[in-house]
Structures are given as C-alpha cells and as structure tokens.
C-alpha cells in the first residue's frame, strides 16, 4: 500500500548574487560551516561530488558526543545556479531551487518528510539550518 508523502517547504532570501549563493552551498569547505540546526550541533566532515549520479555525504554531531549521522544522497538532477535534485538515503526526495534576483537570491527546498519526527520538528530543522546557511553566505562578503 503506498502511501502519500507529505512535502514541507523552507525557504530564505540572500543579500548575494546567486554564483555565490550556489558555491557556498555546494562547496564542502563552507557546508561545514552552515550544516546544523543549532549551536550544540556541528558538521565536521562533507563531500559532495555534484552532478547526476554524484554522491554527498555530510556528517553530522552533536557538539557533546551524544548523537550524529550521515546526511547523504545521489543526485537526480542539477542546473547550475537555478536546481538540484537529490534522492536521500532513505529515499525521501528533496528539490532545491535557487532563483536569481537583483543581488539577492531566494532558495526554496521541498523535502519530503520522515516518519520519526513531527512534521513540525523538520520543518523547523530544516528551515534553522537554511537560516544558518544565509547568514554564512552574507557575513563573508
């Protein structure tokens, strides 16, 4: 019996022009940087090879020791600078658009959910690490 997935979209606004936007969200070297949801966690590790087929990895920890894991997938589709697509481990699907503005550059991502957490609980993960992810790109002009 399938069920229905349920989709949850997160989104933000960069003060950067969206090249800069699309390096700082692809670039191992500064996902680190940005991938968690709040101060006790952190991201010590990413790999991302982009392109249709490619794999990523980002690993994920809580600053205490207490938990982490691996945040991976394979990519389904990729256009430079407007969208990527990826399939999770788990097989939930996630779409990533970037839309170039005048300087600025909104990203949405739709994910759909998991079935350990509230809908709300993701939604907020999702959207805090996104939050993180705009401050990142526009505090290093």
């Known amino acids: 019996m399938e069920t229905t997935k349920t ?47 490619g794999k990523f990895n980002y690993r994920m920890e809580a600053k205490d020791g207490s938990f982490g894991f691996d945040f991976y997938g394979v990519y389904d589709e990729v256009i430079e600078n407007e969208l990527i697509e990826y399939t999770l481990g788990d097989n939930r699907k996630v779409k990533i658009m970037f839309y170039a503005m005048a300087n600025k550059t909104e990203v949405v991502e739709n994910f759909e959910t998991e079935e350990e957490n509230t809908v709300e609980l993701q939604r907020t993960g999702w959207q805090a690490i996104l939050d993180n992810f705009k401050k990142q790109v526009e505090n290093n002009k």
């Open 7 to 53: 989709i949850v979209s997160v989104h933000v606004i960069i003060h950067a022009p969206v090249e800069k936007v699309w390096e700082y969200f692809n670039s191992p070297e500064y996902i680190v940087k940005w991938n968690f949801a709040s101060d006790d966690w952190f991201s010590p590790s990413a790999t991302n090879d982009l392109r249709v087929g």
